[in-house]
């Protein structure tokens, strides 16, 4: 359980979390796009997906959620992207 900048709780099922782990790369820098819900008091994450790479630089990948929300919305899906999330790659530091 988090809460976001409004004081509202965030919840996130365990199935939801297991999203990130299994799209994890500690090597490359990876996205996910969040679709949930909000209300006055919470931020409910129901569904974690990854999101389509459409850049990648050296130390950077740009990533984009808009073929899977578009996606949805034809798909007559009822769809909220809350936002997006992204890893940061591990670095080695030279002495």
Same mark, same amino acid.
């Given at each position: ?6 004081? &509202?709780?965030? +919840?996130?099922?365990? *199935? =939801? %979390? *297991? ?6 790369? !500690? &090597?490359?820098? +990876? ?12 931020? &409910?994450?129901? !569904? +974690? ?10 130390? %950077? ?6 073929? =899977?929300? *578009?996606?949805?919305?034809? *798909?007559? !899906? ?14 080695? %530091?030279?002495?």
């Amino acid at each position: 359980m988090a809460y976001d900048s409004g004081g &509202r709780t965030v +919840v996130i099922g365990e *199935a =939801e %979390r *297991a999203a990130f782990a299994s799209h994890y790369d !500690e &090597r490359t820098e +990876v996205g996910w796009c969040l679709y949930g819900t909000t209300s006055e008091t919470h931020v &409910r994450i129901d !569904e +974690v997906v990854p999101a389509a790479p459409v850049g990648q630089e050296p130390e %950077r990948v740009t990533s984009t959620c808009l073929p =899977e929300t *578009a996606g949805q919305l034809l *798909a007559g !899906e009822t769809t909220a992207l809350l936002g997006t999330v992204h890893s940061t790659p591990a670095t080695t %530091r030279a002495n």
